[in-house]
C-alpha cells in the first residue's frame, strides 16, 4: 500500500486548496478513504470520509459547508477541496486507508496573513 498526498502550501483566510491523495499497492475502488489533519500540540482528528463508490460522505463539524472529499477511482486518487480556509485549519494533513490502517506521509497546510 503506498499513499502519496500533495497540493499543501501556505494560504490566506478565506483562499482555497485542493489536496490530493494517489493510492496504489490495492484496489482503490473497493475501500473507503479519509482525511485526517493534526495540529501542532494537537491529537490527530478525522476531516473527512468517503465510501468506495463515492456514494457517502462524512465531515467534521468544524469543515462542514467549506471542505468537499471526492474521489477518481479511474485515477486511483482522493481530493480535499477545501474553501474559505481559516487560520484553525492549518495542520499537516493526511491521506488513511481504514481497512489497511494505512498513512501517507502527509502535506502541511499552513493558512495565514
Known amino acids: 500500500v503506498q499513499l502519496a498526498e500533495s497540493g499543501g502550501g501556505l494560504v490566506q483566510p478565506g483562499g482555497s486548496l485542493r489536496l490530493s491523495c494517489a493510492a496504489s499497492g490495492f484496489t482503490f475502488s473497493s475501500y473507503g478513504m479519509s482525511w485526517y489533519r493534526q495540529a501542532p500540540g494537537k491529537e490527530r482528528e478525522l476531516v473527512a470520509y468517503?465510501?468506495?463508490?463515492?456514494?457517502?460522505?462524512n465531515y467534521a463539524d468544524s469543515v462542514k459547508g467549506r471542505f468537499t472529499i471526492s474521489r477518481d477511482n479511474a485515477k486511483n486518487t482522493v481530493y480535499l477541496q477545501m474553501n474559505s480556509l481559516k487560520p484553525e485549519d492549518t495542520a499537516m494533513y493526511y491521506c488513511?486507508?481504514?481497512?489497511?490502517?494505512?498513512w501517507g506521509q502527509g502535506t502541511q497546510v499552513t493558512v495565514s496573513s
Open positions: 468517503i465510501s468506495s463508490v463515492g456514494g457517502s460522505t
Open positions: 488513511y486507508v481504514p481497512w489497511y490502517n494505512y
